[in-house]
DNA sequence: CTGAAAGCGCTTACAG
DNA sequence: CTGAAAGCGCTTACAG
């Protein structure tokens, strides 16, 4: 018995005319924002059944300036923890009703960036998360209204209110610890291009080769062209004192191995090699990759749960959450490419 | 001078005011629906620069039924190659003004699909993306308005009138003949569940041996604990008549390769062992892993075109674009880990 | 507790 | 070419 229109999809009116109430009493009934009687509240819960009747986003959206969905702002939407912080900040999103949006910065000018924003937050979406990556993202920053709720993923401490950060800077600590306890005098370190923030793995790499009195500490920056990993691997096999390299990522790690052994290194037996993120290959590599792993896709959730509290608050009209920033411990996995350096018993 | 309202982001009646034109016709002289006196035009364009005005996303998807977005479903959001898609549609849709929403179907239950289809729905988007992964695809097409522009990445052909695929099939006989062509008298298949689809690596690896005339075929299937693969490996070991293997993906084949050494088997002396997908890590494994080599990226963007020919033609009123089935053609990747066979020459 | 009214920002017939 | 009017589907004061 479709009332109203006969075609589509049903709109408030449609349940509102079937339930004999008034256009506003549904909307009451759907938000809780006021009390509607137990009578009604049963004629409106059957005829939105009966409809299988869905409040329009965007209608909602345009009276309530808002509309129930996030958006993810990032500029390395190709790269591995991006994936997974994606997929557990959808997930979240997902599982609370929200709509979830991507939209990435990289691969536009820097003019362009501010009107993609603009674009973005012309859907009024009830909050954006920034996931850093470089220095875009702080810029990005800046462009959003004080009064949307946002959280940064990364970055460093204090650059936003509200921060989910993975524990990169301990994790290279932790790293570079496991290899100076196996006995190494001494811990190379090479890396891709890091972000411009205190929180990264060379910085922990650097703590703790500090904290045991090293001084001498070599790092070699390499880009994402894995060829350099494996030459700069070749010429390392000739340095003799070289015994444990810390490489920023695991396809830098193999690849540094690679280059050691065209050179007749062998490892760990030579030299120990230890990698981070702990991807799937790495267990699978020969030796095993001792790396450090690190939980993205709990990282992406917890952000969009610091972002809802944000939401949630602000509909209320309580006020905003006290600032936070949350860490997401990361963990050590020992395999076998790291051991004690030969002469070291 | 701020016009109307002194705050926040101006609205269409604030340029109007400024220009000194009425409503419609700044909406005319955005969309380019009507005629705007040359007079007007430079108006109106002046004080839309002057106020940075943005029309609203909400409002246009509200009035028009339909908003500038799309929303790509997908049922393996975390899997690699649906990074790689989300990324090329992404990118596309971004380009075009467009923005771009991701929903997953992983991890809920039947009964939730359809309400979360809903809801995606009830934002209006312009058109869909359905990432086919698994059967829920299919079963989620039907719950897609017809009139609602949609393509289908992946799907058996004429599952869906536009549809963009990867030559998945054409990948595994390539990877077949190649094996065959290296001298292989035969080939085993390792592959992943794959989708319920005609377009499979294994059906293209069928269709090399069928037309070699091999009639003995030995398929196993494993699981995404590469493990299993590696104790496969062990167990293949042992196989006298084992020479050659196409794994169903690169990850399958690394821990083919180190279960096949843990009983001494030598890759590519004793076995050859090829994989599929050409990740970052295989050609840096030891040895560099033959494989397929398929462009995701490419392929989320043609499906987001394909889209979007669809929305222009719907929007201006002229008849669908004719059905199409676009096949993203991958290339074979030669790498040292596939040699003859020992007893070939 | 519950209607009638007005409004969110934009677009599309309808009359000039 | 261009206004005034009505409407998209929902929500929020305003009066009962």
Redesign the pocket.
Known sequence: MPPSGNRSTP???DVAQLAG????????Y??G?????Q??REKIAQAIKLLD????FV??A????VMDSVTLLTSLSRYWATTEINSGAEHAARDRGFLFGVTSLDGISDDEIESTINRVLSANPAGVIVSESDEIAIQVLHQIPKDTPLVLIGGSRGDAPYQVMPSEREGGRVITEHLLGLGHRNVVHVHRPEGPNNNTRTLGWRDAMRDAGIQAVEAYQVGSDLEESVELGRKLAHDPNLTAIFAGNDETAISLIKGLRDEGVHVPEDVSVAGYNDQLFSRMWDPPLTSYSQNFVDLGAAAFEMLYAQIEAKRAGNPAPAPECRVIEGRLMVRDSTAAPRNAA
Chains 1, 2 share one sequence.
Do not use: F, H
């Open positions: 709109v408030i009116k109430v008034s256009v506003p009493t549904v909307s009451r759907l938000n924002t006021a009390k509607v009687s009578e009604k009747y869905k409040p329009s209608a909602r345009l009276a309530n300036k």
